[in-house]
């Protein structure tokens, strides 16, 4: 598992879904730290946990061009 | 497996979900032994877990467990949002918090997996399943509303959702 590759898959009026190796950083170059192997990251704009998702896409009717 | 490798913590112990959420029990003074509650609980929230039991345990009812996880996961980020800013207005602690507030992230990823590369997925192979994962899912998302309306109802009366209530322990 250690050299997956990393793969980045935006869901339909949803988050973007990434797995594999990688890292996540601030615009400062820190690292993110990762809890999970895959993580979904904030598309509308509106988590309260950026960058990560937190599903208020949804109350919110975030749709996407699928 | 990417979702049951998150629940089991990735492979470190102490972030197996289980286990975080004894030690949410265990901060709010709760007992973490198994079943400790059994006699408690009303009838209503026994039948959300023997549901999901059941729709697990039958090879045959594969369809309903693929729509009720995919319900479940789809609607679990924002309560648990929910639940961990209402532990932290009263005062808990991380180790309270921590099971409440893993899930909201955990369940965002998770509920496109389980809504899209497993639920759509097994709808668009094995399309004849389709009516039972709308009935697992139509069913998880009305067991689990009776329990909650249930502990919502006792509430607003004044009065414990639990059976026995005011027995001491």
Request: negative net charge.
């Amino acid at each position: 598992m250690s050299e997956e590759m990393p793969s980045i898959t935006p869901y339909p009026d949803g988050p973007i879904i990434v797995r594999g190796e990688f890292e996540l950083r601030t615009a400062d170059g820190e690292i993110i730290p990762r809890k999970r192997r895959a993580v979904a990251l904030c598309r509308c704009g509106l988590s309260s946990i950026k960058p990560f998702c937190d599903g208020t896409h949804k109350p919110a009717g975030f749709r996407t061009e699928d | 497996m990417e979702i049951q490798s998150d629940e089991y913590g990735g492979g470190r112990p102490e972030r197996v979900h289980a286990e975080i959420f004894a030690t949410s029990m265990r901060g709010v003074g709760l007992d973490d032994t198994y079943a400790a509650y059994f006699d408690e609980v009303p009838a209503v929230t026994l039948a959300s877990q023997n549901m999901m039991s059941m729709f697990g345990l039958n090879r045959r009812l594969i369809g309903a467990i693929v729509g009720h996880l995919a319900a479940f996961e789809m609607t679990s980020s924002i309560p648990n949002q929910m639940y961990g800013d209402g532990f932290r207005r009263l005062g808990f602690g991380t180790n309270v918090t921590d099971y409440f507030d893993e899930h909201v992230e955990a369940d965002a990823v998770h509920e496109q997996i389980a809504g899209r590369d497993l639920a759509g997925v097994l709808a668009e192979e094995r399309p004849e399943l389709l009516p039972d994962i709308m009935f697992g899912a139509a069913a998880c998302l009305a067991v689990d509303g009776w329990v909650a309306g249930q502990m919502l109802d006792a509430w607003s009366e004044g009065r414990s959702s639990l059976r026995n209530a005011g027995r001491t322990r």
